[in-house]
């Protein structure tokens, strides 16, 4: 009996030292897939962590900019409308009045807080060309006085292209806005 105690501990001896070889064995397996010895094909290397966060960072200031944007632009559009139905859209008889003029004021202001909001960033091309096409387009029509419904021929046709540019300036802004969000 005693000889049976004495070799049960052995073999429980020899039990755990085979479980901790093996338990051993795994740690390094493991260890050797994540560290040197592995093919790191799917796994993100350290020097890929840093462009994982900027990205994050640039969704995060594109939906920022999206949604600043959108609510100015809501509500100014729901005050002047857009397209063709503002009171800037070439077929609109407001085109040459201060209702137009009011309106391109209103746009001229999206567009200068989506220049503001956007700062310089990278990813939003296209809105700035858009906010800043805008605003050319409203000093264009208050150089030419086009709210003060000139009566030379030239200065109405001249008119025209500022106006469209401004009565389109919401759903444009927006398109750009929308664009931030795919880095364009």
């Known amino acids: 009996m005693a000889r049976l105690l004495k070799g049960g501990r052995m073999m429980k001896r020899q039990v755990l030292r085979a479980v901790a070889v093996v338990g051993l064995s795994g740690a390094v397996i493991t260890g050797c897939s994540s ?30 900019v999206k949604l600043v944007v959108e609510e100015r ?63 050319d387009a409203v000093r264009t029509y208050g150089t030419l006085g086009c709210a003060t419904s000139p009566t030379a021929a030239n200065t109405r046709k001249a008119c025209l292209e500022p106006a469209a540019v401004i009565a389109q300036g919401f759903p444009d802004l927006r398109s750009g806005a929308d664009s931030g969000l795919t880095g364009k």
């Not at 040197?36 to 900027?54: I, L, M, W």
């Not at 994050?56 to 920022?64: C, D, G, H, L, V």
């Open 35 to 64: 560290s040197e010895g592995a093919d790191r094909t799917d796994q993100p290397s350290a020097s890929s962590s840093p462009s994982v966060e900027p990205v994050s960072a640039k969704a995060q200031a594109a939906e920022k």
């Open 73 to 135: 632009i809501s509500a100014d559009e729901g005050q002047f409308g857009s397209g063709t139905n503002s009171p800037c859209s070439t077929s609109s008889p407001q085109m040459f009045t201060a209702k137009c003029k009011a309106a391109a004021a209103a746009t001229s202001e999206a567009a200068g807080l989506a220049l503001r909001e956007i700062n310089g960033r990278q990813g939003f091309a296209t809105l700035d060309s858009v906010a800043r096409k805008l605003q």
